[in-house]
């Protein structure tokens, strides 16, 4: 079972037990899509026999293009990376002018300096200004580990089962079938007024955009296709998803380490929204003891998956 290859902000893996645990027992066989992929932590672990991932930043979906298609290019490339300060703003800047001036996908040049940037910028930020220009500065890390050959290479052959898309999250109500499974992991909304986190590109995801992703969840809910779906436990997002039948919504707890102010990094309260019956869900105590366990083991079908299990809680 796969880990993400990038840092991100959000990311997914320490409630990685509390997703799958809303997961049908099945998961394994069912066709699975992430239309905000982000850092990918969720299909990585999965690793999906067949989906799609998107993501509205064409910087990162090139990256993700390049690991699939380019793998040994962008390692052999991504080898020649300096972890000095000066070489960080140039490396950022040729980032900037590579974009500003149009590219097309894939581009292992560009690929090979996003890896680069996300291992050694501040706080493992990846922030866009208005321009649409990468702008964190310089990490000060002693010795990233810029190039981890192996997890890219594990990263390559997942994605090679799954078709990658740069479009908005609506592409998702064109591919997804009954039966389906989908993650969706969007921007979060701002806990306060002030509390707005950088965008992960120039472009916002606004209220509107809440609600066109909510009525993306019933069109999906509608056509029997199953969904989990995270987001900050506040209220204009509760207010979305409260009363519609066949809606779970559960409140969980995350640490958020990434975060310009060290007294804001903790627990903070979020939410996950879900149309998976509940008795067909892996459940949380299940779920602790895949993720725990299962990332040694080899890839389960559904039935020897129950099986695994039941032997591990006769155990505990």
């Known amino acids: 079972m796969g880990e993400a290859i990038l840092k991100w902000a959000g990311g997914k893996r320490q409630i990685l037990h509390e997703i799958i645990a809303l997961m049908p027992e099945d998961f394994r066989n069912r066709?699975?899509?992430?239309?905000?992929?982000?850092?990918?932590?969720?299909?990585?672990?999965?690793?999906?026999?067949?989906?799609?991932?998107?993501?509205?930043?064409?910087?990162?979906i090139n990256f993700y293009v390049v690991v699939r298609d380019h793998v040994d290019e962008l390692i052999e490339d991504a080898k020649k990376h300096k972890n000095e300060k000066e070489y960080f703003y140039k490396a950022r800047a040729e980032f900037n002018e590579i974009v500003r001036n149009g590219f097309k996908i894939p581009n292992i040049r560009l690929a090979s300096l996003l890896l680069y940037l996300n291992k050694t910028a501040f706080n493992g930020l990846y922030r866009e200004n208005r321009k649409g220009e990468f702008n964190v500065p310089f990490g000060r890390y002693k010795n990233p580990k810029i190039v981890d050959e192996e997890r890219l290479k594990k990263a390559s052959e997942v994605l090679k089962k799954l078709d990658i898309y740069n479009e908005d999250f609506a592409y998702i109500?064109?591919?997804?079938?009954?039966?389906?499974?989908?993650?969706?992991?969007p921007p979060y909304h701002p806990v306060s007024e002030t509390a707005s986190f950088t965008s992960y590109s120039k472009e916002d995801f606004s209220k509107g955009d809440q609600e066109r992703l909510?009525?993306?969840?019933?069109?999906?809910?509608?056509?029997?296709v199953y969904f989990i779906l995270s987001n900050s436990y506040v209220k204009p997002v509760r207010e979305l998803y409260e009363g519609i039948d066949g809606f779970e919504i559960l409140k969980i707890y995350a640490k958020r380490p990434i975060n310009s102010k060290a007294d804001r990094?903790?627990?903070?309260?979020?939410?996950?929204?879900?149309n998976v019956p509940t008795e067909l869900q892996v459940g949380r105590e299940r779920a602790k003891l895949l993720v725990n366990n299962g990332r040694s083991k080899a890839l389960m079908t559904s039935k020897s998956l129950v099986e695994y299990l039941t032997v591990v809680e006769r155990s505990v």
């Open 214 to 224: 909510r009525d993306v969840c019933l069109e999906l809910h509608e056509k029997g």
């Open 173 to 185: 109500l064109r591919v997804a079938k009954s039966g389906d499974l989908v993650y969706f992991d």
């Open 265 to 274: 990094r903790g627990e903070v309260p979020e939410m996950l929204v879900t």
């Open 31 to 60: 066709t699975f899509h992430e239309p905000f992929f982000g850092g990918g932590a969720v299909t990585f672990w999965m690793e999906p026999k067949r989906g799609t991932i998107n993501d509205i930043n064409p910087k990162l």
